[in-house]
């Protein structure tokens, strides 16, 4: 508000003023900023940007990834990934000149080596991803060194220790883990992980994140079935839903950190579960509008809460398999500023 207005009008006019514009037309002034913002930037089917390609080449690298990690493991599975990430490739070679040193890159090949050494008794499946990817690619992935992507095993044995371990081999040792034992998990043994995690940081001590632990078969199934990103898999012994009460914010410029002060609670919840010898996968919530609908009816969420993420709950099974979701170094994110 101007400073010549706010001198000439009286107070309590000057106070409903603000009142107004630092309410809901503030609100929606920045959610047309956000959005103007993430339409320019995000990896959409037609994005032809470096980083873009390389964001869609990591999420069709993570499906085949999630393939390979099943126990039952379905032959021929992931056309339409594979599909999609010999098109992304293929963009991404025109365009970056050291793409064989890529991160994303050298990922992807690694996952599409280990794909095509377990099928190499079925030959209907190698012809098509050799419909569908150059030779020279097809060579290059069956040379990949396997520690940079695809899947890989370790025993329920390895996690025994894990109360003991140093928060670097925690968390190193740590992976989503997506196929649990069949036994069941109660609340008092999930419980010590949540009070670990109310530790976690949040603006002003504010705390807003709710946590749901949801231990009903039924309704974690029809809750997994909203969700989508979890098909394929049995339904987890207990899912976590992570909310975040927009009632402890106090302006409309705060109105996201609920996600940010959630997202911290999260890890720190995946980290102290992990510690507690509990396998977790961190599930998204990104919901269109029906499905939220549904999901918020279904667990009784009220609409001052916004959904930040579940997490799924369970025993490690014997044997784990799991993805290697590769990551980037420090150096590929980091900007120094010193200047
Ligand atoms: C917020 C969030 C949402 C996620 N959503 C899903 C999901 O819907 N389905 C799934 O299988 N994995 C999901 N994941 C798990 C990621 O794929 C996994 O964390 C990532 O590949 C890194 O692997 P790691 O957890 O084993 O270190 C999600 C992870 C996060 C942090």
Redesign the pocket.
């Known amino acids: 508000m101007k400073d010549y207005l706010k001198d000439n009008l009286p107070m309590p006019v000057v106070a409903l003023i603000k009142s107004v514009l630092n309410g809901y037309p503030s609100l929606i002034m920045s959610s047309l900023r956000e959005s103007r913002r993430y339409n320019k930037a995000y990896a959409k089917d037609t994005a032809k940007g470096t980083k873009q390609l390389e964001s869609r080449m990591m999420y069709f690298t993570?499906q085949i990834?999630?393939g390979l990690s099943h126990k039952d493991f379905r032959y021929g599975f992931g056309k339409r990934p594979l599909q999609y990430l010999a098109k992304t490739l293929s963009l991404y070679q025109q365009q970056v000149p050291n793409y064989s040193d890529s991160m994303p890159y050298r990922s992807a090949l690694v996952a599409l080596g280990e794909y095509l050494r377990r099928h190499a008794n079925h030959e209907d499946t190698l012809i098509y991803v050799k419909s569908i990817f150059p030779v020279p690619t097809v060579d290059a992935a069956l040379k990949m060194n396997s520690a940079e992507g695809g899947s890989f095993h370790f025993s329920e044995e390895s996690k025994k220790n894990n109360a003991v371990l140093t928060f670097r081999e925690l968390s190193t040792n740590?992976?989503?883990?997506?196929e649990f034992s069949d036994r069941p998990i109660t609340y008092d043994e999930i419980k010590p992980a949540v009070e670990l995690a109310m530790r976690t940081p949040s603006v002003c001590n504010r705390q807003p994140t709710r946590i749901r632990v949801i231990l009903n078969h039924d309704l974690i199934s029809k809750a997994l079935k909203l969700?989508?990103?979890?098909n394929g898999?049995a339904t987890p012994p207990a899912l976590i839903l992570l909310t975040a009460d927009n009632r402890v914010f106090m302006a409309p410029q705060e109105h996201n950190e609920g996600y940010t002060d959630g997202?911290l609670f999260?890890?720190s919840l995946?980290l102290a579960l992990e510690e507690q010898g509990i396998a977790s996968?961190?599930?998204?919530?990104?919901f269109r509008k029906g499905p939220e609908k549904a999901t918020r009816e279904l667990l009784n969420i009220p609409s001052y809460e916004n959904l930040?993420?579940?997490i799924a709950v369970g025993h490690f099974p014997d044997q784990c398999v799991?993805?290697?979701?590769h990551?980037f170094r420090a150096d590929d994110v980091v900007t120094v500023i010193d200047k």
């Open positions: 993570h990834e999630k740590r992976h989503s883990i997506r969700q989508g990103g979890f898999y997202g999260g890890m995946l996968c961190p599930l998204n919530t990104m930040v993420m579940y799991t993805c290697v979701s990551r």
